[in-house]
Nanobody, 115 residues
Framework: QVQLVQSGGGLVQAGGSLSLSCTAS????????IYWYRQAPGKQRELVAT???????NYADSVKGRFTISRDNAKNTVSLQMNSLKPEDTAVYLC?????????WGQGTQVTVSS
């Protein structure tokens, strides 16, 4: 059974930092494309960061230069380091991967940035 379990997040003041982790069981994240999305109330889900199978990374313009996605193969974990956080980064963050035609999601983690 595939599970993605998220940790991290919380409440931080604007300008602060938070880190999110997404740890997989039942599936190896190595050589898989992993996505971090976020969803704020009343807004569409937004793709924030991607780490591709070859290790290359992509970021939404809104987070470029502030967020970093990384993968730790030994821990079967993908992390999202978020620096210089802004109130508009407030959202539920979700990790995602696709395997065998099925999409797997983490449980979601609330990130709240106060002004």
């Amino acid at each position: 059974q595939v599970q993605l379990v998220q940790s991290g997040g919380g409440l931080v003041q604007a300008g602060g930092s938070l880190s999110l982790s997404c740890t997989a069981s039942g599936i190896a994240l190595t050589f898989r494309t992993i996505y971090w999305y976020r969803q704020a109330p009343g807004k569409q889900r937004e793709l924030v960061a991607t780490i591709n199978r070859d290790g290359s990374r992509n970021y939404a313009d809104s987070v470029k230069g502030r967020f970093t996605i990384s993968r730790d193969n030994a821990k079967n974990t993908v992390s999202l380091q978020m620096n210089s956080l802004k109130p508009e980064d407030t959202a539920v963050y979700l990790c995602n991967t696709i395997s065998g035609g099925s999409a797997y999601w983490g449980q979601g983690t609330q990130v709240t940035v106060s002004s």
